[in-house]
T-cell receptor
Framework: KQEVTQIPAALSVPEGENLVLNCSFTDSAIYNLQWFRQDPGKGLTSLLLIQSSQREQTSGRLNASLDKSSGRSTLYIAASQPGDSATYLCAPSSQGGSEKLVFGKGTKLTVNP | GAVVSQHPSRVICKSGTSVKIECRSLDFQATTMFWYRQFPKQSLMLMATSNEGSKATYEQGVEKDKFLINHASLTLSTLTVTSAHPEDSSFYIC???????????FGPGTRLTVT
């Protein structure tokens, strides 16, 4: 059974800092991995999707890397802004054509002005 | 874009009643939709996978007779919580896959409170 751990559980940084969020998963046989952000009381916004054959994806100030063999992914946020404050969720999906996502508990990020 | 809506956004109901939650893909056809539940400070847990025109597939531990899922069209899936109890109070979120995926697009969620 896939288990996902995200470290740290919470992170508070001053505006402008670069930061790294970590995600580890126990079953490396994944189809892909998605990173989402969730604002309080809201649904999820997809940030990046990395296919199992890829090592990283970039979108603006965000860069996600994937090391499937070691069961790790990181989300790098450059030049953080107060608007980046949210909970960030990592979700690998299982192999075999299944799109089932398994979520971690997330990292709650606060960027202080 | 790929927009998914949910209705209602919030609902309060009395114990023993049934509640229906709708999930719609607004600008694409979704052959597969998913229903998740999220308790406070917990991760999202997949409840069931809904395919258009066929029966939903439920995850282990999810009662299919309590959480009725209907995916009658390529843009609409509904989740009905039957005979709701206070322990069913939670945040219910749906997602949909466009074309053959794999990216999932999530709705804004429905906050259910059972009194």
């Amino acid at each position: 059974k896939q288990e996902v751990t995200q470290i740290p559980a919470a992170l508070s940084v001053p505006e402008g800092e670069n930061l790294v969020l970590n995600c580890s998963f126990t079953d490396s046989a994944i189809y892909n991995l998605q990173w989402f952000r969730q604002d309080p009381g809201k649904g999820l916004t997809s940030l990046l999707l990395i296919q199992s054959s890829q090592r990283e994806q970039t979108s603006g100030r965000l860069n996600a890397s994937l090391d499937k063999s070691s069961g790790r992914s990181t989300l790098y946020i450059a030049a953080s802004q107060p608007g980046d404050s949210a909970t960030y969720l990592c979700a690998p999906s299982s192999q075999g054509g299944s799109e089932k996502l398994v979520f971690g508990k997330g990292t709650k990020l606060t960027v202080n002005p | 874009g790929a927009v998914v809506s949910q209705h209602p956004s919030r609902v309060i109901c009395k114990s023993g009643t049934s509640v229906k939650i709708e999930c719609r893909s607004l600008d694409f056809q979704a052959t597969t939709m998913f229903w998740y539940r999220q308790f406070p400070k917990q991760s999202l847990m997949l409840m069931a996978t809904s395919n258009e025109g066929s029966k939903a597939t439920y995850e282990q531990g999810v009662e299919k007779d309590k959480f009725l899922i209907n995916h009658a069209s390529l843009t609409l899936s509904t989740l009905t919580v039957t005979s709701a109890h206070p322990e069913d109070s939670s945040f219910y979120i749906c997602s949909a896959i466009r074309d053959r995926g794999p990216e999932q697009y999530f709705g804004p969620g429905t906050r259910l409170t059972v009194t």
